[in-house]
């Protein structure tokens, strides 16, 4: 596997053609031990009201925390997630949101990740916290 993030977020985005993100519009910008990044537009991921659904900031956090944690399970291992906690701090109507993910904790069996989704102008939307628990294959 190459260690591009450029490459890994291209090999990831392929991968995930069938997957909710592909569905939601979610695009991989970077992918890396440091960070993970992705994007997902607020247009079809929207409550009745026309502003950005929660469950949309949830699943960007929790699938770019899970990348993050997969990452560094190692060869032979995997993550999954256990926990994940959003604080929604505003909305957005238009545009894209985009969410960081770096490692707070990264240990033998648990990974955890701090999320932050921002809008264009780089307004916070949301902060999340995701706990993965590592697995042998």
């Known amino acids: 596997m190459t260690n591009d993030p450029r ?3 291209a090999l990831i985005q392929a991968s995930e053609a069938a997957g909710l993100g592909s569905r939601m519009g ?3 910008l970077e992918v890396s031990l440091e960070r993970v990044v ?6 079809g ?3 009745p009201f026309g502003l950005l659904h929660g469950g949309a900031s949830a699943v960007l956090a929790e699938a770019t925390g899970s990348v993050l944690a997969n990452l560094h399970a190692g060869e032979g ?7 994940l906690s959003c604080s929604h701090h505003r909305s ?3 545009g894209y949101v ?7 904790s990264v240990g033998r069996t648990l990974v955890t990740s701090g999320i932050s989704i921002v809008d264009d102008d780089n307004r916070p939307i949301c902060t999340a916290r995701l706990t993965c628990y590592v697995k042998d294959a």
């Open 38 to 43: 992705a994007r997902l537009p607020v247009d």
């Open 92 to 94: 957005a109507r238009e």
């Open 98 to 104: 985009t969410a960081t993910a770096v490692p707070i």
């Open 7 to 9: 490459e890994l977020a």
């Open 45 to 47: 991921n929207t409550q």
């Open 26 to 28: 979610q695009e991989w």
């Open 77 to 83: 291992r995997y993550a999954v997630g256990i926990e």
